[in-house]
């Protein structure tokens, strides 16, 4: 029995697990080619506790408090939680909303870009090159010293903080508040049952805690040290993905789905920026030592460093709205190239000069 259980076996499970349920949560309620994703869902949290204004894309969304509290509840269960951080947080701060705006200008974290794909949006190819583009570029700044610093362990309080806050949002979800905002329209307004979404959260929280799930570790590791661990959980999630698609008939006449680079669901065309924006991504992630999902997970084991990521995220969403940086279906928003290319030039001079010398 323990030769068919290893880790490669569990992962791969999670995989299947995951991408299944990404493309169900469609056909229960969330967006097409948006039934998991990180950042817009992220981006959705924001527009709820009103960082930004814009009014489709407003929901509290439990996956995400289900996401850390998944990993919270797994990480004491395996005594696993070790509270710990103090690697470079203000830099991790403004590298995490780099990530989002980069996801933003894109429209999707590496999950939807894999469920994009799993859905026939062929715009996806042109962001995943571009995102195993910016992991090259971040290994060549790891194989030359780049660090963020050693976390250190630190008291027990802070490691509580994030999973405290994400108990107080999934409280605003049940309670609805007068103060949260909900989209009456727009990708904002479709959604799972709320303990439907919380269940998936903690179900996926608790297996990318047990495997240590990360879309943009599975390239990095590739490509560094030619492990191909992560990678067979992420090929597992988008097989799963595009079957379970097909089982359920997203495809074909009656379905949502076509496959094309036109008229796909909340997706735009402009492949230069795809490739640069998840690019962007993809080097920050790198450089910040994971993938959204992975950072709300590692919260959850008590990392501060990726609470403090996670702000980042929150106002990168929040800037990317507020500053006309985000894509919609018709195109880039006005200033998101500018944004992506500053973002560029900040991951490059921080690979360079924040490098450990012998």
Known sequence: MGRVWTPRTKIILAGLIF???GAL????GNPPNMGICVACFLRDIAGALKLHQASVVQYLRPEIMGFTLGAFITAFAFREWR????????????LGALVMIGALVFLGCPIRMLLRLAGGDLNGITALAGMIFGVLVGIFFLKRGFNLGRAVKIHPVAGWIIPLIMIGLLLFAILKPDFIAYSESGPGSMYVPLALGLGIGLLVGFMAQRTRLCSVGAWRDIFLVKDFYLISGIAAFFVAAIVTNYIVGNFGTEGIYHWGFAEQPVAHRDHLWNFFGMGLLGLAATQIGGCPLRNLVLSGEGDTDAGVTILGYLAGAAIAHNFLLASIPSGVGTWGPVAVILGWAFCIAIGFLMRERA
Do not use: Q
């Not at 949560?25 to 229960?28: G, Q």
């Open 19 to 21: 991408g299944a349920l």
């Open 25 to 28: 949560a469609v056909n229960w």
């Open 83 to 94: 509270p710990r951080g103090g690697a470079s947080p203000v830099v991790r701060f403004v």
